[in-house]
């Protein structure tokens, strides 16, 4: 029940990368997939790696809002 769907292919880029212009686009740090990596709003990792990364920092998370 709490199954999430497996990530597609490493050629698929994140869903981010289709709303964000495409010189904020970069490879996840993780797995190399195109996310939107740079810019305000960009993150090192694309969501399928994040996921994980979020839930081993627990409450910890480190990533702070750079919202003005
Ligand atoms: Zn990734």
Redesign the pocket.
């Known amino acids: 029940m709490t199954s999430t769907p497996p990530p597609p292919p490493l050629s698929e880029p994140d869903p981010s990368t289709f709303t964000c212009p495409g010189s904020l686009v970069g490879p996840?740090s993780?797995?190399q997939?195109r996310?939107h990596k740079y810019g305000n709003g960009g993150l090192p990792?694309?969501q399928?790696?994040m996921r994980p990364a979020r839930e081993s920092w627990g409450s910890t998370v480190r990533f702070t809002s750079t919202r003005p």
């Open positions: 996840c993780g797995c997939r996310t990792l694309c399928w790696c």
